[in-house]
């Protein structure tokens, strides 16, 4: 069974607005998680990294204004996604795991901007 | 991270043992070979690692080359719900990121 899930699946909304989305480890305490994206018919691209209790880490070029990032627990991260626009829309997966250990991935959640 | 070098597409008979080949020449010591597939629309899915030794479970197998520049992923009995794009990703010891390239985007053919 899944050991990472992510929610929601699918979101569409209004320029403008802004978007949660949620990632839970399932089986596990996680420390640390990951934030992808993917562009269609292109390769995930990691956007950031989440510690709990602490700030996320950026990758360089991803503002981390616009995608905010809590992991208030061992179990969950959220990433918000604020006053997005259609350039946001995307398919945004999360991942978690301990050192030396397999990561395991969410099933994404496709973002669309209208 | 070392860089991966993987074909681009692939394609394999139903039935037949799919065979995914992955350079990885600038791979050091500490650096462990992972394997992942994303079917489309879903999140990657983990199918196997291994540091230098052959390693076998149920969804395949990984042969890495004595040299360790190079690796094999083998799906040996490859179905229709194996097309996918497989990745091949080093991942350093103590790491937890994961980088991904291109991959290989495999379809398995009835």
């Known amino acids: 069974g899944a050991v990472v899930s992510q929610h929601p699946s699918r979101v569409i909304c209004k320029s403008g607005t802004s978007v949660k989305i949620e990632c839970r480890s399932l089986d596990f305490q996680a420390t640390t998680m990951f934030w992808y994206r993917q562009f269609p018919k292109q390769s995930l691209m990691l956007m950031a990294t989440?510690?709990?209790?602490?700030?996320?880490?950026?990758e360089q070029g991803v503002e981390k204004d616009k995608f905010l990032i809590n992991h208030a627990s061992l179990t969950l991260s959220t990433l918000t996604v604020t006053s997005a626009h259609p350039e946001d829309s995307s398919f945004y997966i999360c991942?978690?795991?301990?050192?030396?250990?397999?990561?395991?991935f969410g099933d994404g959640t496709r973002l669309s901007i209208l | 991270d070392a860089k991966t070098t993987q074909p681009t597409s692939m394609d394999c008979a139903e039935g037949r043992a799919a065979n995914l080949p992955c350079n990885h020449s600038?791979?050091?010591?500490?650096?462990?070979v992972y394997w992942y597939r994303q079917i489309h629309s879903q999140g990657p899915q983990y199918i196997i690692h291994g540091l230098k030794n052959n390693e076998t479970n149920e969804m395949a197998s990984l042969i890495i080359t004595e040299d360790r520049k190079s690796s094999t992923l083998i799906l040996p009995h490859a179905t229709l719900r194996d097309t996918a794009v497989y990745y091949c990703?080093?991942?350093?010891?103590?790491?937890?990121?994961?980088?991904f390239g291109t991959g290989t985007r495999l379809t398995v053919i009835p």
């Open positions: 990703i080093v991942r350093a010891r103590g790491a937890n990121n994961l980088f």
């Open positions: 600038t791979i050091s010591g500490n650096e462990y």
């Open positions: 989440s510690n709990e209790g602490s700030k996320a880490t950026y």
């Open positions: 991942s978690a795991g301990s050192t030396d250990q397999p990561q395991h």
